[in-house]
């Protein structure tokens, strides 16, 4: 029971850093039309959230890990308010991308930091299932971020919905300020040798790469979502930004606990993969040509429900490759950054598709790279036992 409130303490720091991807697509419209955005420009706004991690996470990883993840996670949040009230008070296209950017090294601190400390907390019972709750930080922060910028940004302006969704950070942050930094001493290895054993064990890149790839094209779907409903189906905001809201908050769950429950009875990570990104794939290219909110809700349940799983079997994958003498910290902040190379590329590239083929050709750009990660899942070895 000890562990149970600093793993929510942790999962809700991380829930605040995905907030900062959800709540761009709600505030496309108005930055677009303040700042003379292009699709593609919109689309490098939102994905700068994660350059630093782009550049850098796992080498962070390895050295968050050895200076200590307490600090790394509360910086982490420290560098999140910096970036926002920057964001926040932007009054040209540069200030956007800098705000962007420093928020994002804030976001990869505390995505290493937060998930290494996990694992020191109980036993591998508690962290394995401690680690299949992290995977769901992302799906559902963007979707607690797009709900919460949408009603902001409807009353009150885009700046104080950028300034209301970093703001939680503060009331997750500050307990863990009086819990006690975990240990330090398995960190001993040096920081080469530290990231070269990770990169050459097949397994962890297999697992990295898929992730990268389901990670990039969750951030551009959800970026685009917002206004791709309130087009196709001529909804407002608040409507769309519901509908994506409790669909990704409820069936992420219920894939995440689904996912759980399989690889707790023994069913194989990779299979549980090689289902779920088909659905992914099948689920989003329905959402982008459903003809009425009831379809696109439904499409977006199924979808929904395969990211839980993706997510949850993903993280779920690393305490046990970890097992076999690779640093925990290094394996997530290689996930993080092959996550966040493909967060920086794939959300622009999209912006470009739908400028030149519209939202069909985005639907099938969408599910085909939902398919490429499947085939870096299928990859052998297998990544998981």
């Known amino acids: 029971m000890r562990a149970v409130f600093p793993i929510i303490f942790l999962y809700g720091a991380g829930l ?9 697509g709600p505030i496309a419209t108005l930055l677009r039309a303040q700042f003379d955005l292009s699709q593609a420009q919109f689309g490098l706004v939102a994905s700068l959230i994660t350059a630093a991690g782009a550049i850098c996470a796992l080498p962070a990883g390895v050295w968050a890990a050895r200076l200590g993840l307490k600090q790394s996670v509360l910086a982490g949040g420290a560098m999140m308010l910096v970036g926002a009230v920057v964001f926040a008070q932007a009054d040209r296209i540069g200030f956007l991308y800098g705000g962007r950017f420093l928020t994002s090294i804030g976001y990869l601190l505390i995505v290493v ?3 290494s400390w996990m694992t020191h907390l109980g036993t591998p019972r508690v962290v394995a299932l401690a680690m299949g709750i992290w995977g769901t930080f992302v799906p559902v922060g963007i979707a607690l971020g797009t709900w919460l910028s ?6 009150f302006g885009w700046q104080i919905a950028v300034l209301g969704c970093v703001a939680p950070v503060l009331v997750f942050l500050a307990p863990l300020v009086w819990m006690k930094n975990p240990p330090r001493d398995e960190f001993n290895r040096p920081l080469t040798r530290s990231i070269g054993t990770v990169l050459r064990n097949r397994n962890a890149v297999s697992v990295a790469l898929t992730f990268a790839l389901f990670a990039g094209t969750t951030s551009a779907t959800v970026a685009f979502m917002p206004a791709m409903l309130m087009d196709c189906l001529h909804i407002s905001l608040a409507v769309a930004a519901t509908a994506i809201g409790i669909t990704t908050i409820c069936f992420n ?3 995440s606990l689904a996912g759980g ?10 299979t549980l993969l090689l289902w779920a990104l088909p659905a992914m794939a099948l689920s989003i290219a329905l959402v982008y040509q459903a003809s009425s909110l009831t379809m696109a809700v439904i499409f977006l349940a199924s979808f929904n429900t395969g990211q839980g799983i993706v997510a949850g079997t993903c993280f779920a994958m ?19 950054q092959f996550a966040e190379i493909s967060v920086v590329i794939i959300p622009p590239v999209a912006g470009l598709i ?6 069909s050709g985005a639907a099938l750009a969408f599910a085909g790279f939902y398919l490429l990660a499947m085939i870096f899942a299928n990859r052998r070895p297998r990544i998981a036992p």
Request: charged fraction near 10%; charge should be positive.
């Open 150 to 155: 949408a009603g902001l940004s409807s009353y």
């Open 253 to 255: 769950l219920v894939g």
């Open 354 to 359: 739908i400028d030149d083929f519209a939202w």
């Open 113 to 115: 930091g937060a998930p």
């Open 261 to 270: 429950f399989f690889l707790g009875r023994g069913v194989p990570g990779r």
């Open 16 to 24: 605040c850093a995905s907030m900062q991807v959800g709540l761009i």
């Open 318 to 336: 690393l305490p046990r490759i970890a097992q076999i003498g690779l640093p925990m910290p290094a394996l997530q902040g290689m996930l993080a």
